[in-house]
């Protein structure tokens, strides 16, 4: 995720000290995760090439970012997380409870922070924390394998190879089979398939009531937009897995042939060529956000006066959005619901 919060951040130096005491804590205070029992011997499975084998059931999971916190929620795996960190937004309501009695950190931890929480297994809602071009990420998978902690990335964000980042993402890979193979997969290292099976049996009812809901409707064109501060936008390309959830929802990406990347730069000539019929904000970062949290982008974009004449600006169709519901997992079904109620609303 490359969305700039720096206005909404502490210091860097107060950001470290408190990263770094946090991790102390988690040591010193985490209770011990229940064991589960393996039903057989050590599994494997394979994610964007990389061989994750852990000994056993992993005990001591951290979540970072919002898809792989509600992943852990999903499959029931709240005893055994030593943190979770950088929400874009709420959780899910169904997850706000063991969200709650978890140690969360507002920002990623330093590589040291992360370590000294003894996790056994990283789960990564974005592949960046293992880029070797963040010099503030948790370093490569490779290099955490070697320290015995096994890592995940979500199947639509695989790099192709361990250290990049999103320019090297397999746009095959960005669909919805991913995710249900990121689901199952889990599910099996964690010792809770039959969790697993009935999360992926939920989403698959829940986005084909979707389909079904819109199907033969015409397909609005739809832009993913973000205001930054310099007076410039930033959009949702292909690649991101917003165009996945819009096309569920009976719409398109307006700028589904940026390619390359998740995010784009555009200045208001762009937004203006393309001519989207709606526009959505994408609305972060900060836990404790809700679908009103979005109001003031979607005001600013609605009320900027060079984009005036934009199809969904003259007909009032800016909407309130949140990057949250922009990502690959089990928020899904309820991201491409809400699109499809924005989208359609003569077929709720």
Not at 255 to 260: E, W
Not at 302 to 326: C, E
Request: net charge negative; glycine share 8%; aromatic share 6%.
């Amino acid at each position: 995720m490359f969305i700039s919060v720096a206005g909404m951040l502490p210091s860097p130096v107060w950001r470290a000290v408190v990263v770094a005491a946090c991790g102390a804590v988690l040591v010193a205070c985490a209770p011990p995760p229940a064991a589960p029992v393996a039903a057989g011997g050590p599994v494997a499975a394979r994610n964007c090439g990389v061989e994750v084998a852990p000994a056993g059931p992993p005990q001591r999971v951290y979540a970072a970012y919002q898809p792989a916190v509600e992943m852990a929620h999903a499959l029931g795996l709240g005893d055994r997380l030593v943190a979770t960190a950088f929400l874009d937004a709420a959780v899910l309501p169904e997850f706000a409870e063991a969200q709650a009695r978890t140690n969360y950190l507002p920002e990623l931890p330093s590589r040291e922070a992360l370590l000294s929480a003894n996790p056994d297994f990283v789960l990564a809602g974005y592949n960046g924390v293992f880029a070797q071009s963040n010099a503030n990420g948790f370093g490569t998978r490779a290099s955490l394998r070697e320290l015995g902690v096994q890592t995940w990335v979500f199947g639509p964000l695989c790099p192709s190879a361990d250290g990049l980042a999103d320019e090297a993402i397999d746009p095959a890979s960005v669909t919805m089979d991913s995710v249900y193979t990121d689901v199952r997969d889990l599910g099996k290292l964690f010792g809770t398939e039959d969790r697993a099976a009935a999360v992926v049996a939920d989403m698959q009812a829940r986005i084909a009531a979707v389909r079904q809901r819109v199907a033969g409707a015409p397909r609005p064109r739809v832009a993913v937009i973000s205001p930054q501060e310099d007076g410039s936008f930033r959009v949702a390309g292909g690649p991101d897995f917003v165009t996945q959830i819009l096309d569920i929802a009976g719409a398109e990406n307006a700028f589904a042939d940026l390619t390359g990347k998740r995010n784009f730069p555009v200045g208001t000539e762009e937004i203006i060529a393309r001519n989207p019929d709606i526009i959505l904000t994408s609305t972060c970062c900060d836990g404790s956000y809700t679908l009103e949290s979005a109001e003031p982008d979607a005001a600013k974009l609605a009320t900027n006066p060079a984009l005036a004449n934009v199809t969904a600006i003259r007909n009032g169709q800016v909407k309130p959005f949140l990057f949250a519901d922009r990502a690959a997992g089990v928020r899904v079904p309820h991201a491409a619901e809400l699109v499809a109620s924005i989208v359609h609303p003569d077929r709720r």
